[in-house]
């Protein structure tokens, strides 16, 4: 099994910034993926950020340029540096781990809720 574990949210007002911070551990033999969503209230969840263990990146267009992942391979975690927060970037972000070789599985991490005030 694999576990992870997001850290890192609070309340902030807009402009601020705040680093969440999501460490996968367990039965992990090798991470292709590592990603940040979020959902709203009454809305899909979306993504916000995914990092590849070759480092490739992918944002949304909507947190291009204030937000920037990050990841470390030997410790299997990754990082989401939002910078420029505004009020509509309120909700719970969650961590999403996708491993392994020819039978990819992924796994979500509980969540950690994000407030920006106006």
């Known amino acids: 099994q694999v576990q992870v574990v997001e850290s890192g949210g609070g309340l902030v007002q807009a402009g601020g910034s705040l680093r969440l911070s999501c460490a996968a551990s367990g039965s992990i033999f090798s991470v292709n993926t590592m990603g940040w969503y979020r959902q709203a209230p009454g809305k899909q969840r979306e993504l916000v950020a995914a990092?590849?263990?070759?480092?490739?990146?992918d944002y949304a267009d909507s947190v291009k340029g204030r937000f920037t992942i990050s990841g470390d391979n030997a410790k299997n975690m990754v990082y989401l540096q939002m910078n420029s927060l505004k009020p509509e970037d309120t909700t719970v972000y969650y961590c999403k781990v996708n491993v392994g070789g020819i039978i990819r599985m992924d796994y979500w991490g509980k969540g950690t809720s994000v407030t920006v005030s106006s």
């Open positions: 990092i590849s263990s070759d480092g490739r990146t």
